[in-house]
């Protein structure tokens, strides 16, 4: 589900109070555009123009007051629904009385102040916010599916319909498949009794049981042609969210559908959120590889993967950083780490960089033949000789080790042979490439001053 601009528009008879209400709700809220007018007439030839997400109005204005503007808007068909807040320092005895009837959605007290004006705008949008995303509607009456596409789709929401489970299940199994598809569904609506082999209590079933979809993951209401306590148990039996009954009422459904897509929205925030705190845990802050943590948990699947082989293990020391540190200071030392760290990401984008420890890096690149790999840990090492990183002179030493080498190698097992070829290279010079051969180590045949 995408974020899309909150259109407002604000009806005061006072040009001070439209003002500095504009700017306040520009300065609290992003996505947000604001529009204002001063009567209640201009206010109603606007919408009869555009669409807009919430009205804000006076209680009192220049040639109306503000419930028979409110009541004027329930009266339009395309801002029926659209949420209208009235604004007054006065909420007087016929405002709290007729204001619910004539359709108003709440009230703010001025007295309050402007600032706490904007906070109360934007809470209210966040708790209602436009209903933005793609629903899965299966439904087989032309009819009905006609009414309520439309209901849908002047709501703002996207809509895929097909009139069979069974056209359903295989758009179903195809987002499945494809989990980072461009358009996925946010919400299934579905006729409980449908023609053809399945029915959609039979989808119903498989979206919770095969595709393993939760009902905050991908939610569904069920449409249902009675209301008797057999059927609701069923719809829930079978992990239905909510249902609505035939005949279909737009307040009713369009309510069902904005808290099922709330929950949807929860569950994605809350999934990225994870998400984020994973990649924070498996990311070293200061170099951008991928933390030691990462590398025990994920290294041996993937030294193992048949897709990935042959993998080369590449240990990366950097040359006398002890001495870097003492002499020119930490801060230059962290410098000089961070610079390397992003120069091995962008030399080895699609395979497994990580930070192992102080001035050490590894490196787990995949299907790379022999030739290939002496190449390219070659090339690294004298693009480093040549970086100067903050401006100081820097060269490494490399250890590598295949899995064509030693097949039965674990992880550990596998470092470890890197790591003796990266001590044969700080042993016999440094600034220099080694590698661990199944027939013993020998420094790189590529190796060049």
Known sequence: MTEKTTRILIVDGSTVSRQILSRILNDEMEDVEVESCKSGKEAIKRLEDNNYDLVTTALMLPDLDGLALCRSIRNSSAHKYTPVIVVSGDADERLLQEGFKAGVTDYFDKSYGYKAFGVFIKSFVQRNSNLVGHVLFIEDSKTAAAVICKILEKHGLKVTHTDSAEQGMTLLEKQHDDPDSNEPFDLVITDFYLKGDLTGGDLLYAIRTRFQYSQQELPVLVITGNDDQKTQVEVFHAGGNDFVTKPILEEVIM??????LTIHQQFETLKQQAEDMRWIAATDSLTGARSKRYLVDNGEEYIQNTANQTVWAMLIDIDFFKKINDTLGHITGDHVLAELGSKLNKSFPNDMVV???????????????????????????????????????????????????????????????????LYHSKETGRNRVSVNFSEGIQLSPLHSD
């Open 355 to 421: 930070r192992f420890g102080g001035e050490e890096f590894s490196v787990l690149a995949k299907n790379l033949t022999k030739a290939e790999a002496l190449k390219k840990a070659e090339k690294l090492r004298k693009e480093i000789q040549k970086l100067n990183p903050a401006d100081v002179p820097l060269t490494i030493s490399v250890g590598l080790a295949s899995t064509q080498d030693h097949p039965d190698a674990n992880l550990t097992q596998f470092l470890a042979m890197a790591d003796k070829a």
């Open 255 to 260: 309510a069902r559908i904005r808290l099922l």
